[in-house]
């Protein structure tokens, strides 16, 4: 818990090893993330696809809103090859927590919701 933040925890599954590869897949753990973040009880989404378009906008040298936009409107593209490659890069920081968003069969997304508050009052 962060100082009046409780996460939610969700596990993505492709039912396939390597669906997450594919970029319908893929794109759709994105929607996702954004749909998520979008509520007004969300203070922050951590997933894969936010990840993977962070370190895509990075190695083309540019700041992550405007690559996202442009992506967005498909002025940019995102194919299965450069997922693959941004996941193995992911991988290689070890255990650092960013490097497990994706399981090793590239088939269960890890995406997690930071809830700005929650109420468990108990009325009785």
Known sequence: LLAGTNTLELMVD????????DVETFTAVGRLEEVLA??????????????VIRLEAALHGES?????RSL???ERTLG???????LLLRRSLG????ARRVDDQDRRAHVTVFVRSASFSLEM
């Open 38 to 51: 979008r509520s007004p009880l969300v203070g922050a989404v951590v997933g894969p696809f936010a990840e």
């Open 64 to 68: 992550y809103a405007p690559f996202r």
């Open 72 to 74: 967005d409107r498909g």
């Open 14 to 21: 492709s039912h396939r090893t390597g669906g997450l590869l």
């Open 80 to 86: 299965s090859e450069q997922i693959q490659q941004a």
């Open 95 to 98: 255990d650092a927590p960013s």
